[in-house]
């Protein structure tokens, strides 16, 4: 599935205030599928420690429960764009929402671990799927002027909806008495924290049969009508209909389908662009980002600070990163991606190098001592809050952008695997990691987000205010 984002041309119409408001409604529903992505990628969180004590399992096995909804993940991203192709984004964005719906209900209600697990790769089915169709749909309905603003609600959701999961943990921990494994409504604690989100599922769902199908899908299945009816509707009645659905048309057969063959060259096998895409993927997840979002409850607990109160970090850390997200976004357009991506690369390594530094104290009646507690706790935020308005979204428009146009759909399909191969390694490595040393485990996320910066100096180009067509 691929989408043009060509820029407006001149004396062309943009969408009116009146219709402005609608197009905004159109948006923030497909970006329901973000919130998703956001809400099931971190809820899990509040139910590392108790998945662990209720089936006794150790740490490799622990991660391995948390960190295979990314098989999924990867599962639905790569297959999300043939879906939608086929059926259409609208039946793809329903489909998640069921899968959603189910594997909220399957997680908290499992009968053993193995199916547990199941239902956790079900999730990741439903996010990858969400993370392909929801940036895709929105490009494709938005009027040119306001695409890149429209775009950003995506990663927008996305980081609400981390935000939301951490609250709602925190709330359900506390009327639980603070105790993960507490009952609520005859299940566990737990249980119910993952049910929740049977909500913004049906929600997104039921919001996917109030937006309309995507033009460019309706005219590639032979509906121009119908396309012509959404192309009024969102971007206004004083457009020349005949001149829209004829320049969708013209760049839908002047579209280049690149595939795995085109990235090949080189001395190492693909072209060194497609490399430094690889490269910026794979550092984005190895600064180690993921264990704040999955295991963050569990690492503060396991230096003594108590469940409820380690939830509560949980969901600061995730408002720090909504400002962060914020704060990239007014920026990633004014100073750049790669002065922004640098920055984010000190202040990741200076946060992270005071959290191995803190966790390297011993524990003192089962807590860091002070000083190293208040230190770790600030770093962690600082970390988060560098990551977020650097590399959290500059590696998206990178990825958007570097790529020539005729690699350009197959290059980002390998570098965003690339990230999902990262993500996995780090989740599923952390917990085995901290049982050996916790603070040498910070020590090699130091040393990721360090190398990131002569990586960036020497291989990575600014691609701000350049056209796509100037990428090659």
């Given at each position: 599935m691929t989408s043009t984002a060509q820029a407006p041309r001149p004396g062309a119409r943009t969408a009116h205030p009146e219709h402005l408001g609608h197009v905004i409604f159109i948006a923030a529903a497909a970006a329901m599928g973000g919130f998703l992505f956001?809400?099931?990628?971190?809820?899990?969180?509040g139910a590392v420690e108790a998945i662990r004590s209720r089936y006794d399992i150790g740490s490799a096995t622990l991660a391995q429960v948390i960190a295979i909804a990314l098989i999924g993940c990867a599962i639905g991203a790569a297959t999300a764009g043939r879906i939608a192709d086929r059926i259409g984004r609208i039946r793809c964005m329903q489909i998640s929402a069921a899968l959603f719906t189910v594997s909220a209900v399957g997680s908290a209600l499992p009968f053993a671990l193995w199916d547990l697990a199941f239902w956790r790769i079900i999730g990741g089915f439903a996010i990858g799927m969400a993370s392909v169709i929801g940036p895709a749909y929105i490009a494709e309905v938005s009027p040119a002027a306001y695409r890149g603003r429209l775009g950003s609600f995506q990663q927008a959701a996305i980081v609400v909806g981390i935000a939301i999961s951490q609250l709602v943990n925190w709330g359900i921990l506390n009327a639980a008495g603070g105790d993960q494994r507490g009952k609520l409504m005859g299940i566990e604690a737990w249980q119910v924290m993952l049910g929740v989100m049977v909500v913004p599922a049906v929600l997104y769902g039921l919001l996917s049969f109030a937006i309309p199908e995507s033009p460019r899908f309706l005219i590639s299945v032979g509906k121009e009508e119908r396309a012509r009816e959404v192309l009024k509707e969102v971007e206004g009645d004083k457009i020349d209909l005949t001149a829209r659905v004829a320049e969708i048309e013209h760049a839908m057969k002047s579209e280049h389908k690149s595939t795995f063959k085109d990235l090949l060259g080189g001395g190492f096998f693909f072209k060194p662009i497609v490399w430094i895409g690889i490269g910026l993927s794979v550092f984005q997840q190895f600064v180690g980002i993921n264990v704040a979002f999955y295991y963050s409850s569990t690492l503060w607990q396991s230096v003594g600070v108590d469940p409820s109160q380690s939830f509560f970090y949980s969901f600061?850390?995730?408002?720090?990163?909504?400002?962060?997200?914020?704060?990239?976004?007014?920026?990633?357009?004014?100073?750049?991606?790669?002065?922004?991506?640098?920055?984010?690369?000190?202040?990741?390594?200076?946060?992270?190098?005071?959290?191995?530094?803190?966790?390297?104290?011993?524990?003192?009646?089962?807590?860091?001592?002070?000083?190293?507690?208040?230190?770790?706790?600030?770093?962690?935020?600082?970390?988060?809050?560098?990551?977020?308005?650097?590399?959290?979204?500059?590696?998206?428009?990178?990825?958007?952008?570097?790529?020539?146009?005729?690699?350009?759909?197959?290059?980002?399909?390998?570098?965003?695997?690339?990230?999902?191969?990262a993500n996995w390694a780090i989740t599923a490595s952390f917990p085995s990691l901290a049982d050996w040393n916790l603070s040498a485990t910070y020590v090699i996320y130091t040393i990721f987000a360090a190398l990131s910066i002569p990586f960036v100096l020497k291989y990575v180009k600014e691609t701000k205010g350049k056209t796509l067509e100037e990428m090659g």
């Open positions: 956001g809400y099931d990628s971190a809820v899990i969180n600061t850390t995730s408002i720090i990163n909504i400002v962060g997200t914020v704060i990239a976004m007014i920026f990633v357009d004014r100073i750049g991606r790669r002065p922004l991506a640098l920055i984010g690369s000190v202040g990741m390594a200076i946060g992270l190098a005071l959290e191995a530094w803190a966790f390297s104290y011993d524990l003192v009646d089962g807590k860091l001592p002070a000083a190293q507690g208040w230190t770790a706790l600030i770093a962690a935020h600082v970390f988060v809050l560098f990551f977020a308005l650097s590399w959290g979204v500059v590696v998206w428009v990178f990825l958007g952008e570097m790529f020539p146009n005729k690699i350009r759909a197959a290059a980002l399909g390998v570098a965003a695997s690339a990230q999902w191969i």
